[in-house]
């Protein structure tokens, strides 16, 4: 039986992201909905038509979106929030974008996803990660009242586009169950799931509407199958697939980023015509899915990596497809493990990497043709494509005996370390009472969280340096202005612990990456992470090592301009880790200590150069825990001894603080206090500081409390809003409720690059007026 080839989604923004600057165009006004709708119209030609050209069996129709393809399903199921109080007379768009970046206010900001503050009705739908990918989707809400309807014909326009370019057309849904979960409730009481019955008859029309169209295949995706499900949710799957498949196309049901684990055999045994699973995160149950999936079923197999840039080893994916189209006497498919969504357009944009590093890599359009080669290889035709095996076997040899790859010293370092490398010489209450003494802060001492405003001013010179039109000195002199204007208008605010202001960087992870070994920088590999928002992840791709000092001069300079404490300010180990393209050929672990090792020379050459207080930001500790449980023991101690090991070679005197920013923190809290830092700063204003409750109090479940000092945020810094004093004092009280007083710090929820400098001086003048009054109410308690 021949091999079929797919794929589960695509990139949308286009080869030189077109998307993104045609919605920036429409948001501006300076193109109308038509023109955007050209836009994504030829885009999806375009792309349906690279597929069609790698010789994929089908194209992959639904995947694209304007915004977010978890809000096109809000509008084709009909639920979009009554908050937004929309007449229905609204363009469809119009609807979509409101919903996703939010409405003006009377002072005409936008609110975006973002921001969930301002009048009801005005802040855009919440956003946050896609599973464990750097990619966010828009929340959908759900209210007892929630009605579903199909609302939206876009999909079914798609779907008659492909067909009128003459392919054969395999069409992508959101599963239904996957939709309700990831949803949240927005009334008290109430369970999401008791809306799944009104749900199915929407998705029974949506179904019976592509089979009419002529649509041989659905792509149902249920990622939710890989997460530790409420038996409730579990149980429900068989009922809702019997009722969906009655009047459907084939449909094929797809799980990615994770192991079926348990789910794995009733997954095989749902009443779909065929099941995709993810070869790459989970290649061990390859063997339980061919046992499980009876003959009749299609069995598609995610083995060339969605999630990353490397080029497939040719050999390891066929010792996996082998015994596997060996064992399943049915069809088998070939694909990516998941949505090539989260990964570049092409390498043939690709101008600042050099050849030897290119060919070790596969963006999308490389990947659609491994599919092809996989495909020849699987059904006996490897002579066929005999050049394109023979060139990526060679590559991934290379790749693997590289000496930029490999580097003895870094390995010797890791191999010599010892469990006490990742200790304070003392503890924390030793720790606290020797900084004390030599910060000498008042109460309540006030900080920021590193950034101040990159202004215009600012990017010009960065622009400028990188363009060759600045020299060197020239870029530096500029720098230092800005850090000056920085520490003055510090020293005039009244703030006790400064930052220089991190006007010479232009990202937390890209800034270090360009000074570490073993890193990579792309010229246009940029992947999607919300809306038209595009960020160019790094590339480790071999063993991590520091040269020479990152920051020090910087901020040795701004602590010679000021008598008060200056934080060094540098990013953490698994920040670094998580927010790039990580190299495969050795646990990720082991890669995130080598960066740790990194900070660490950082963080010793601070501290030599008088710095006393350094704050090292882990924003994405969080967001890197594995989405079954069983695996969080194993990633909460690698990451927390990575950060740990970055930190622990100071002695006591100086001060480690640690950011967090937009995550729930409750139930990773003892792995957060095993990292030891001596103050955390964390995001709390967003939620009235009910967030905090679980770093104590007396109505804390379990009875926790974190031991050490905390600066939890007072304001949003992604509002221009300026929050006023009896609101930060409000704050402050609600906090001392649940910290002791003398362990508290005030600052704002996250860094201020964004913001404008007006803002800024006033939202900080009023915090640290609010600071001033908590003083006077403990100096008189």
């Known amino acids: 039986m021949t091999t079929r080839t797919h794929i589960l989604g695509f990139p949308r923004m286009g080869a030189h992201r077109e998307l993104k600057f045609a919605l920036e165009k429409h948001w501006r006004g300076e193109i109308d909905h038509a023109a955007l709708e050209a836009v994504g119209e030829a885009l999806r030609a375009r792309h349906w038509q690279a597929q069609r050209d790698a ?46 970046r939010g409405v003006e206010d009377e002072a005409g900001h936008v609110h975006d996803a973002s921001c969930n503050h301002g009048a009801e009705g005005t802040f855009a739908l919440e956003m946050t990660k896609w599973f464990d990918t750097n990619y966010h989707y828009l929340v959908p809400e759900f209210k007892a009242d929630t009605r579903f309807a199909l609302a939206s014909t876009r999909l079914f326009d798609e779907v008659a586009q492909a067909h009128q370019a003459g392919h054969a057309v395999k069409t992508v849904l959101l599963g239904p169950l996957s ?8 009334a008290p009481d109430f369970d999401r799931f008791s809306l799944l019955e009104s749900l199915l008859p929407v998705y029974e029309q949506v179904l019976g509407r592509l089979k009419q169209q002529g649509v041989e295949w659905v792509q149902v995706d249920e990622p939710i199958l890989g997460l530790d499900l409420p038996e409730a949710w579990r149980n429900a799957f068989e009922r809702v697939y019997w009722q969906l498949a009655r009047n459907a196309p084939k449909l094929l049901l797809a799980s990615y980023f994770s192991p ?60 996996k497809l082998k015994p596997v189209a060996e064992k399943h006497q049915g069809e088998l498919w070939i694909a990516p493990s998941c949505s090539l969504l989260h990964v570049p357009f092409s390498l043939a944009a690709e101008t600042k990497l050099d050849t030897e590093l290119t060919s070790w890599l596969a963006f999308a359009i490389e990947k659609l043709d491994e599919l092809r080669v996989l495909r020849a290889a699987v059904d006996g035709d490897e002579a066929s494509v005999a050049a394109e095996l023979t060139a990526a076997r060679a590559a991934v040899a290379a790749r693997r005996a590289s000496p930029r ?21 003392s503890s924390f209450p030793q720790r606290q009472q020797v900084q004390r003494t030599r910060f000498a802060l008042p109460a309540l001492p006030t900080t920021t969280i590193g950034s101040f405003p990159q202004t215009g001013d600012i990017r010009a010179a960065r622009a400028a340096f990188k363009r060759g039109e600045l020299d060197a000195a020239g870029y530096r002199e500029k720098m230092r202005a800005e850090i000056a204007l ?43 992470s919300y809306g038209s928002r595009c960020v160019k992840p790094p590339v480790i791709f071999g063993d991590v090592a520091r040269p020479a000092p990152m920051t020090v001069e910087w901020t040795a300079y701004a602590q010679s301009l000021t008598k008060l404490p200056m934080k060094g300010m540098l990013t953490g180990p698994v920040t670094i880790l998580q927010w790039s393209f990580v190299r495969d050929d050795q646990p990720r672990a082991t890669t995130c200590e080598q960066i740790a090792w990194a900070i660490r020379d950082e963080v010793n050459d601070l501290e030599a150069a008088g710095i006393g207080i350094i704050q090292i930001d882990e924003p994405a500790i969080r967001e890197g825990l594995p989405l079954r449980r069983a695996g969080w023991p194993a990633y909460l101690k690698a990451a927390t001894r990575a950060f740990r090991i970055s930190a622990s070679g100071v002695r006591d005197e100086t001060q480690i603080h640690t950011h967090m920013c937009y995550s729930e923190f409750n139930d990773i809290l003892p792995e957060i206090a095993a990292m030891d830092a001596d103050v955390i700063t964390i995001e709390t204003s967003r939620s009235d500081m009910e967030l905090l409750r679980g770093f104590g109090g007396e109505n804390n ?36 409720q649940v910290v002791p007083g003398e362990n508290l710090w005030i600052n704002p929820d996250c860094g201020l690059k964004t913001r404008g400098w007006p803002e800024t001086e006033a939202a900080l003048s009023n915090m640290v007026a609010a600071a001033k009054l908590l003083r006077e109410e403990l100096a008189q308690a």
């Open 260 to 319: 079926l684990s348990e789910n794995l055999r009733l997954a095989c045994q749902l009443p779909v015509a065929g099941l995709h699973v993810d070869a790459v995160r989970a290649p061990q149950e390859l063997t339980g899915v061919a046992d499980w999936l009876p003959a009749h079923k299609v069995l598609s197999v995610g083995v060339v990596d969605g999630r990353n840039i490397w080029r497939t080893d040719v050999d390891a994916a066929l010792d």
């Open 486 to 528: 920085a520490v003055r208008k510090q020293e005039e605010l009244g703030i006790d612990v400064l930052v220089h202001g991190e006007a010479e960087r232009n990202d937390m992870v890209e800034y270090f990456g360009e000074q570490l070994d073993g890193f990579a920088f792309t010229a246009n590999g940029w992947v999607q």
């Open 55 to 100: 010789g994929l069996d089908f194209v992959t129709v639904g995947d694209f979106a304007f915004y977010d393809h978890v809000a096109n399903h809000i509008q084709l199921l009909g639920c979009e929030p009554a908050r937004f109080d929309f007449s229905g007379d609204e363009p469809e768009l119009s609807r979509y974008f409101k919903m996703a």
């Open 701 to 736: 479940v379990g009875g926790f409390r974190y031991p050490n000092e905390i600066g939890p945020g007072v304001y949003d810094i992604h509002s221009p809003r300026v929050p006023s004093v009896d609101e930060i004092v409000r704050l402050m009280r609600k906090a001392a």
């Open 405 to 425: 790859v490999h580097r003895a010293d870094v390995a010797l370092r890791l191999a010599r370390s010892v469990a006490g490398d990742d200790r304070r010489v």
């Open 179 to 186: 939709f309700l979960y990831l949803g949240k409730e927005k």
